[in-house]
Nanobody
Framework: QVQLVESGGGLVQAGGSLRLSCAAS?????????MGWFRRAPGKERNLVAA????????YYADSVKGRFSISRSNSRNTVYLQMNSLKPEDTAVYYC????????????????WGQGTQVTVSS
């Protein structure tokens, strides 16, 4: 089993920055997991924001966050990060970390493990 715990969410003004962290633990977790960050805005479906492959060599970003968000990972710390800059009110959502047992980048909803989410609120 794998546990994922997100942190770093909060309230920020438009134009500001936040850094989300996702700490992974569990006997079966190792670096051979692709990771992703999703978000669910109020009244909307959950969508993939960014994804990263096992060693950080390949990344994916949704069009809405390209150039503003950056995903990275530290396999030595079992942690994935999402640096969010130039935040907009439309970035307001619950952000979820997810892990998929694969070396390759994972684009889509089919991840094996999910965190509980962290709220990000961007005020105008």
């Amino acid at each position: 089993q794998v546990q994922l715990v997100e942190s770093g969410g909060g309230l920020v003004q438009a134009g500001g920055s936040l850094r989300l962290s996702c700490a992974a633990s569990g006997r079966s977790f190792n670096s051979n997991y692709a990771m992703g960050w999703f978000r669910r805005a109020p009244g909307k479906e959950r969508n993939l924001v960014a994804a990263i492959n096992w060693n950080g060599g390949n990344t994916y970003y949704a069009d809405s966050v390209k150039g503003r968000f950056s995903i990275s990972r530290s396999n030595s710390r079992n942690t994935v990060y999402l640096q969010m800059n130039s935040l907009k009110p439309e970035d307001t959502a619950v952000y979820y970390c997810a892990a998929h047992r694969s070396l390759d980048l994972r684009i889509g909803e089919t991840y094996d493990y999910w965190g509980q989410g962290t709220q990000v609120t961007v005020s105008s």
